[in-house]
């Protein structure tokens, strides 16, 4: 096949199987029900482990019982809050968990965390990083704008000009153009800096699209360029 009959593609992006849908995922925090021992059951399985003979009284009134209690009372809360990890491993609901997340993703690479002061706001960041897969459709764009706080934002592609397949009035789009395709953006937004919410060395303002625009260009197809279009200001 010569260069001259390679085919030509359409898009620069792939194209989503019709009628498919992400898989609805779990809401936060959900998982399976785990039954916790109570400070009364630990101490019956201790009591009941305990060799046999009179050194070892089993009665719950004995000296050996009381001192028991203390332990199982301390069983029972070590493992009450080690369940109550099991919930954190969805980012969308972690606590405790959530700085050591944000320790294992390491600073963001274009600054986001550093604008972050809530801690909805973090786990959302977090989590958008830490489960982001990545696709190459108008649509996951759209979407990685609407996480970033511009739900208006609208991908349009190039379409080059070909003779016997274009119109009249049709604008004359190289051929190379293929590989461009636009972002519209709303009008900027502002997110200033606020005192005694910030941290030392947050920027003194940021502008909310060109967060996006960052974003989306570290996640744009190597072959692909994408320019970013704005309204113009009346």
């Known amino acids: 096949m010569t260069p001259a009959t390679w085919p030509v593609a359409t898009a620069?992006?792939?194209?989503?199987?019709?009628?498919?849908?992400?898989?609805?995922?779990?809401?936060?925090?959900?998982?399976?029900?785990?039954?916790?021992?109570?400070?009364?059951?630990?101490?019956?399985?201790?009591?009941?482990?305990?060799?046999?003979?009179?050194?070892?009284?089993?009665?719950?009134?004995?000296?050996?019982?009381?001192?028991?209690?203390?332990?199982?009372?301390?069983?029972?809360?070590?493992?009450?809050?080690?369940?109550?990890?099991?919930?954190?491993?969805?980012?969308?609901?972690a606590d405790a968990l959530l700085p050591d997340y944000e320790r294992v993703l390491g600073p963001d690479p274009c600054g986001r965390d550093l604008l972050l002061t809530g801690l909805d706001e973090r786990r959302r960041a977090a989590h958008q990083r830490w489960t982001a897969g990545g696709l190459q459709t108008p649509a996951?764009?759209?979407?990685?704008?609407?996480?970033?706080?511009?739900?208006e934002a609208r991908v349009e592609e190039s379409r080059p000009f070909v003779c016997g397949g274009a119109e009249a009035g049709m604008e004359l789009v190289p051929p190379a153009e293929v590989f461009v395709w636009r972002m519209h953006l709303p009008p900027t937004r502002v997110i200033e800096f606020e005192a005694g919410g910030a941290e030392a060395g947050a920027p003194l303002g940021e502008i909310v699209p060109a967060l996006v625009e960052c974003v989306i260009r570290r996640l744009a197809p190597a072959h692909t360029t994408p320019v970013f279009s704005y309204p113009e200001a009346a």
């Open 12 to 93: 620069p992006f792939a194209t989503a199987p019709a009628g498919a849908a992400a898989a609805p995922g779990p809401e936060p925090g959900a998982g399976p029900e785990t039954r916790l021992r109570s400070a009364e059951d630990v101490l019956a399985e201790l009591l009941a482990l305990l060799p046999s003979g009179w050194a070892w009284p089993r009665e719950a009134d004995s000296a050996l019982a009381r001192l028991l209690r203390g332990a199982a009372a301390e069983i029972a809360r070590i493992e009450a809050a080690a369940a109550a990890l099991l919930a954190q491993v969805d980012l969308r609901a």
């Open 140 to 151: 996951y764009f759209e979407a990685i704008a609407a996480q970033l706080g511009v739900p």
